[in-house]
Every structure is written in structure tokens, then in C-alpha cells.
């Protein structure tokens, strides 16, 4: 049910955008400000309003804040091309395909991780939402690799805390268009929602802290193959910070690069793979570590670059 709530513009936010007056007020984003009033969800002194007109103190708003839609839960059915790297009774290490989610969510119908793993019988931690259970983190659906999943409660707790703690070690390639300068460098710049509303996410000021660090393994004459290691793990945070240094992943048409690249290469979708995961075990605590191959789509696109 739709959550509605009617107020005057208190006095501390006399001449503040409605979008940002909005934020304030309720506490979520001024993106998602700015949605409800596209919407038509807000009416000021009970007419329509732009996101950027100025509120009044005392001006009554009417919020229509609609319920959020329930994600859908797990298909369990066996992902093909998902392969086991590793499984004992606390985890399961997966080698993510192209295509796959970590699990079901709204607007995501296709095969998800968790889906895969109930498909071949396995079980998985409860703990966590029901669409989500035994998932500790998450990889973009066309970003492939290693992608580890909990099986036993313990496993799920201390899991989820390594990952909150930033004490999992997570290791990217990725082939970005250009050459760095420098070779070697740290990306520290927050993220937060694309203030288009188009699902793009964007380095903001005032956003969540994300931290990037990169190293050049080659250069090509088109392209550099990049070791990245992430002291953060935002959604979509390699691609925003490749591309806001002007070095996009090759193939990611969404953060810029170029289609025609792209399409030289046959890629499909972003030239990126989480090729490293080490983690303290939750039951034996040593560190352990497992690795990746590339895809085929992702080694043949850099046969050709290297050979270009």
C-alpha cells in the first residue's frame, strides 16, 4: 500500500528546491525526489510542480510514496555455463557467467546465482531476505568471475561482516579503452545514483565513499589490461571510476566507450571479470583464495586487441 503524507514546508527550508526540500524531509535521495515528482507523486499547495522550483515555508505538500514492488522469488533451475570452483559445508564459490544475477530482483527475469545453485540440489543459508538467501555479494549480470555464496548460517554472518569490514580481498581485470597516466594510481571518489534517473550510477559529491585501486598488467595500442583491487564494493564502481578518468571499460556503452571498438571485438556487454576473491575461512579461519579464467567472449576480445 501506498504510504501518503501531507505537511507544510517548514520554515528552515524557505527557497530550497522541492527536489532537495523533499529529501530532506523524508530522508531518502533527491534522485528518488526527483522520480516522485516526474511522477506525479507531489503536488504543492495541491498543484504539479518541477523538480527545481523553489518551496515556500508553509506551502503544504502532498507525498505519494508508492510500496515498494516485492522482488520475485528464486528459480531454481541449473545455470548453464555456472561452474563450481570450490564447495565445502560453509561456502560455495562459483564461477559467474554472463547473464546471471546474484539473485532475483524486481525488473530481473532472467537466471540468477542462487537459482543455479537450488537447481543442482545444493542448499544454501537461510539467513537473509527469502530472495536472497546464503548471497554475502553481489556481481553485475554481465560482469563475470568468482562470487562466493554461504551455505551454513555461521558462514552467512561472518561472510557478510568480512564484506561490510572490507577485509575480503577483491581483484578485477579489466581492459579499459587508453593508456593511464598514471600507470599505477588510487580512484577515490564517491557514488551515488546518476542524477538522470536512468539507472546509471555517477561519481556525487555528497555520495557513498568508494575507493578504486588500479595497476597497468599491458598496454596495447588501443587498450590497457588493468589489475584493480576494490577497498569498496559500490554498485557498478569499476565502470563509474574507468570512466570518469576517461578510460572506460572496453565494451561498456552504458559509462561511454566506443560502440565501434566494441563491435570490432564482438563484445556484448563491459570488459570486466573478478579474477581474484581471498577471505579468511568462516570456520577454519585461514585465508584462502580461488581465481577465475577469463570467459571465451573476454579472451578472444583480447587476442584481438593484443594483435591490433
Sequence with gaps: MADQRSLPVPDGLEGERLDAALARLFGFSRTRAAELIFDGDV??????????????????????????????????????????????????????????AAHPSVGWTGPTVIGGLLGT?????????????????????????????????????????????????????????????PLRGTVDAPIDRHPSGDGRWAVVAGGKDSVTHYDTLEAFRAASLLDIRLETGRTHQIRVHMSTLRHPCVGDLQYGADPTLSARLGLGRQWLHAKTLAFEHPSSGEWVTFTSDYPDDLARALDVIAES
Design 43 to 100: 503536488l504543492v499547495d495541491g498543484s504539479p510542480a518541477a523538480k527545481s522550483d523553489r518551496v515556500t515555508a508553509g506551502s503544504w505538500l502532498d507525498v505519494t510514496i508508492p510500496a515498494p514492488a516485492s522482488a520475485p522469488m528464486p528459480v531454481a533451475e541449473p545455470v548453464p555455463g555456472m561452474t563450481i570452483i570450490y564447495e565445502d559445508d560453509d561456502i560455495i564459490v562459483v564461477n559467474k557467467p554472463i547473464g546471471v
Design 121 to 181: 540440489g545444493r542448499r544454501v543459508s537461510t539467513s537473509g531476505a527469502a530472495e536472497r538467501q546464503g548471497i554475502v555479494h553481489r556481481l553485475d549480470a554481465n560482469t563475470t568471475g568468482c562470487m562466493v555464496v554461504a551455505k551454513s548460517e555461521r558462514a552467512y554472518t561472518l561472510m557478510k561482516r568480512a564484506f561490510k569490514e572490507r577485509t575480503v580481498e577483491k581483484r578485477y581485470h579489466a581492459l579499459v579503452q587508453g593508456h593511464m597516466d
